[in-house]
């Protein structure tokens, strides 16, 4: 298994075109933690992840500057294998994307395959079940493994989708919205997965939902207008806002 690393974002600047996203942003993710980013829609809370493992730039006209460093790795870096780098920083979005015409194992395994993995049939067996069990998910779909994952239920499809990417053993998770679409049992769910996965993997959580930021992760971070105004562990953040504007944002004044 991979050792967590931390992530460090070093004055990281991000625009579409003329419209700029994100303004000098730094923050640091702890190793093995679970940091939650929170704040009104349009923020540039989704724009910061998909900088992280440098999806941002395949977006028309995107331009990003500042550093990201996983580890003591820069992320941006020129010599950065972009496919490669992709394998060790997992992404999970806020809709379910189980690969359609894939069976339950398949969508497991052909991320394992995707990353150049060469492992025989029992090893490739052993490693999907591993990332099916480290996802919750085992239990509920060992007896139907090659049935169609369009089968499943939203919260199982998603589980499924985070499985898919735990199975090449990631340094780093990134969720965005992963329970927005999900009914209250699913997204318990899928919380104390992320409970689970405390010091095993990284993980970047961006989502609408301040309680869930206080029930699942360490520290929060609060971003506002493509700025970080405020990061902190997450009680503190929570009950005591060092920033007017924080405080706002959580009694509801606005976004």
Not at 67 to 95: K, N, S, T
Not at 176 to 192: C, F, K, N, R, V
Request: proline share 5%; aromatic share 4%; with cysteine.
């Amino acid at each position: 298994m991979v050792e967590a690393p931390s992530v460090q974002i070093r004055a990281l600047n991000a625009s579409y075109g003329a419209r700029a996203a994100i303004h000098d942003l730094s923050l640091d993710c702890v190793a093995g933690a679970v940091t939650a980013v929170i704040g009104p829609s349009g923020c540039g809370k989704s724009t910061m992840l998909r900088c992280v493992n440098r999806l941002h730039e395949s977006a028309a006209n995107a331009r990003v500057s500042g550093a990201v460093f996983v580890g003591q790795a820069d992320v941006y870096a020129r010599a950065v294998d972009v496919v490669a780098l992709r394998r060790r920083i997992g992404m999970v979005f806020q809709r379910p994307t189980p690969f359609p015409t894939l069976s339950i194992f398949e969508n497991v395994a052909s991320g394992i395959r995707a990353s150049g993995i060469r492992a025989s049939n029992r090893a490739l067996s052993d490693s999907v079940e591993a990332a099916l069990q480290r996802s919750g998910l085992w239990p509920e779909v060992s007896h139907q493994l090659h049935g169609s994952a369009l089968a499943l239920s939203g919260g199982q499809q998603q589980r499924l989708c985070i499985a898919r990417a735990l199975a090449v053993d990631p340094a780093v998770l990134l969720l965005d919205e992963p329970t927005a679409s999900l009914d209250p049992m699913s997204t318990q769910g899928i919380e104390e997965l992320l409970y689970e996965l405390r010091g095993t993997v990284t993980v970047i959580l961006v989502t609408h939902n301040m309680q869930q930021a206080a029930r699942v992760s360490d520290t929060t971070a609060f971003m506002l207008d493509g700025v970080l105004v405020e990061h902190a562990p997450s009680l503190a953040l929570f009950t005591t806002p060092s920033d007017p504007r924080t405080e706002a944002y959580l009694t509801g004044r606005f976004g």
